[in-house]
Nanobody, 118 residues
Framework: QVQLVESGGGLVQAGGSLRLSCAAS????????MGWYRQTPGKQRELVAT???????NYADSVKGRFTISGDNAKNTVYLQMNSLKPEDTAVYYC????????????WGQGTQVTVSP
């Protein structure tokens, strides 16, 4: 079993910054992908950003140029630096990871709330 533990959420004013962290309980070397999704009430969970073991990144159009995803293999942790935050970024942010060595499934964290006030 793999646990993903998120931290770093909170309340911030529009234009501010937050950094989310997702720490995995097992090694993330050779990870298939690891990243962040977000969800607001009544809406489907949507991709925010992902990163692969090769360093390839993928971002939702709505966050390009404002958010940056990065990883630290030594700490088994992925980060999401969020700058120029907007009220529409308000959501519960979930960490997601998949690695062949962990088995044929995705793993999810418990979620962390990000609230951006106008």
């Amino acid at each position: 079993q793999v646990q993903l533990v998120e931290s770093g959420g909170g309340l911030v004013q529009a234009g501010g910054s937050l950094r989310l962290s997702c720490a995995a309980s097992r090694s993330i070397l050779n990870i298939d992908h690891m990243g962040w999704y977000r969800q607001t009430p009544g809406k489907q969970r949507e991709l925010v950003a992902t990163i692969t073991s090769g360093g390839s990144t993928n971002y939702a159009d709505s966050v390009k140029g404002r958010f940056t995803i990065s990883g630290d293999n030594a700490k088994n942790t992925v980060y999401l630096q969020m700058n120029s935050l907007k009220p529409e970024d308000t959501a519960v942010y979930y960490c997601n990871a998949r690695r062949a060595a962990w088995g044929p499934r995705d793993y999810w964290g418990q979620g962390t709330q990000v609230t951006v006030s106008p």
